[in-house]
Nanobody, 125 residues
Framework: QVQLVESGGGLVQAGDSLRLSCTAS????????MAWFRQAPGKEREFIAA????????YYADSVKGRFTVSRDRAKNTMTLQMNSLKPEDTAVYYC??????????????????WGQGTQVTVSS
């Protein structure tokens, strides 16, 4: 089992920045992929970014590319999501996830086995 805990959500104004963190514990992550998703009220869970521990590539959704950046610390089993130039449409509950999807499936929420509890991000206009 892998436990994931997010932190760092809050209420900010449009144009502000916010950093989310996700710390994994439990079973060794190995070559697991980790990802960030978000879900706004009444909407489907949306992919934000993902990577595999085995390589340096990070894959981003077009909606956040250039504004959001994922960083990771393997020694601490932690990944962060730096969110800049936030917009009201970024308002959602943000989740981190871990699993072993194939590369082509990194953007699909159903392939991830482990999920954090979510953290609310609210961006006011």
């Amino acid at each position: 089992q892998v436990q994931l805990v997010e932190s760092g959500g809050g209420l900010v104004q449009a144009g502000d920045s916010l950093r989310l963190s996700c710390t994994a514990s439990g079973r060794a992550l190995g070559d697991n992929a980790m990802a960030w998703f978000r879900q706004a009220p009444g909407k489907e869970r949306e992919f934000i970014a993902a990577f595999r521990w085995s390589n340096d590539n990070v894959y981003y959704a077009d909606s956040v590319k250039g504004r959001f950046t994922v960083s990771r610390d393997r020694a601490k089993n932690t990944m962060t999501l730096q969110m800049n130039s936030l917009k009201p449409e970024d308002t959602a509950v943000y989740y981190c996830a871990a699993g072993r999807p194939i590369l082509s499936a990194l953007r699909l929420s159903f392939v991830y086995n482990y999920w954090g509890q979510g953290t609310q991000v609210t961006v006011s206009s």
